[in-house]
């Protein structure tokens, strides 16, 4: 069996994920990444509890536990790059270039450091074959599978990667945790992006970018309120747009954001769920990456534009290095720019990129 280091984040997945590797006769080493280093004391990042929660579980498992900073390789490779999406007007996902270059590069190179022949994390998800054709495969537990944040892995990566819960339910790893003893057994699983965690994310944005306030408009024009910056907004927002009672249109009908526009800072609201500015059958996306050979143009394929999403079929129209271009089968609704469009054949996740426009 060989040395496996298991990033612990205090959470019941990666604690049974250690569990499941010391069971199967590994050796297993925990370590806890420490991404963030601000508000250590702030009770909406908690930081500090995770890593007791950590430390307890070591204790439980009987495996030797570190700890590491990686934030300044955050700050760097994540962060800068979220601030410069929103900056742009756009709405990035932050946890797929988390586990890109900070899970499965600095964590990995630490890992590799320390003697180990795997590192192993609590994601939903599969791998199958051998390096270097080695396939990203979703979760049995469809529910949970996050294949999506895992697109932009490469071959080397995924060579060294183990997902033991990729064939479990969540509700089947909540009982092995039980039946361990593990102390985070019924620990509630977290939301949000790390290093905001339960704050508001206005709030913390307001740190970073000043607030520049300006109107919204329906796309003839019409001013119908006034929003905080558009950086706060994201494309199909229903809540906290604070439109009401407008003289001439139509009463109870919801709004939406449907488009931004940052020449004029002004932000393009419109009412009605299918409303046609919300729907589009083409996307255009740039920032590729592939697990395997890129996927040929006019093939047909599965498509995700967000998490929480089904599959949705689609036909790629263009792809070379740097652009993709696929149409949809049929309309999908608010496909936000900086968001990941995410492609599969099956149950195999191809790889993707991020949404430039869409049309």
């Known amino acids: 069996m060989s040395r496996v280091v298991v990033g612990l984040s205090g959470g019941v997945d990666s604690a049974v994920t250690a569990w499941l590797l010391k069971r199967q006769g590994h050796e297993v080493v925990g370590v806890f990444m420490k991404n963030w280093e601000a508000d250590d ?6 930081a500090r509890q995770d890593f007791l929660d950590v430390l307890a579980i070591g204790d439980a498992l009987g495996i030797e536990v570190d700890v590491v900073n990686f934030s300044r390789e955050y700050l760097d490779r994540v962060f800068a790059y979220f601030l410069a999406e929103y900056r742009a007007g756009r709405t990035p996902n ?22 180990a022949e795997h590192i192993a994390t609590g994601h939903y998800a599969r791998l199958e074959g051998e390096y270097p054709s080695r396939r990203l495969l979703k979760a049995v537990d469809g ?4 294949s999506y944040f895992l697109y932009r892995l490469n ?8 997902f033991p819960l990729g064939e479990y339910a969540k509700p089947r790893v909540r009982e092995m945790a039980r039946a361990a ?3 985070v057994a019924e620990k509630k699983d977290s939301t949000g992006i790390c290093f905001i965690g339960e704050r508001r994310f206005r709030e913390f944005l307001q740190r970073y970018m000043p607030i520049q306030p300006g109107d919204m ?3 003839e024009g019409q001013v119908v309120g006034h929003h905080q910056g558009l950086m706060y907004y994201t494309l199909g927002q229903r809540q906290g747009l604070g439109i009401g009672g407008i003289k001439g249109l139509p009463e109870g009908v919801p709004w939406f954001v449907a488009q931004k526009d940052l020449e004029h800072n002004r932000l393009v609201v419109v009412q009605g769920h299918d409303h046609p500015l919300l729907l589009t059958r083409r996307i255009v996306a740039g920032g590729l990456s592939w697990i395997g050979p890129p996927p040929e143009p006019a093939r047909r394929c599965m498509a995700k534009i967000r998490y929480r999403q089904g599959d949705v079929a689609c036909d790629i129209l263009h792809r070379d290095d740097e652009r993709l271009e696929i149409s949809f089968e049929q309309p999908q609704w608010a496909a936000t720019p900086g968001q990941s469009v995410v492609l599969y054949d099956g149950d195999t996740c191809l790889g993707g990129g991020v949404i430039d426009s869409a049309h």
């Not at 932050?94 to 003697?115: S, T, W």
């Not at 071959?155 to 183990?162: D, G, S, T, W």
């Open 94 to 115: 932050p946890d797929v270039l988390c586990n890109a270059e900070i899970k499965f590069k600095a964590f990995l190179d630490h890992a590799l450091g320390l003697g």
């Open 155 to 162: 071959q080397r990566q995924i060579e060294k990667a183990l």
């Open 143 to 146: 529910n949970k599978d996050q």
């Open 181 to 183: 003893g593990i102390p």
């Open 41 to 46: 004391d702030d009770p909406n990042c908690p």
């Open 217 to 219: 408009i329906t796309p």
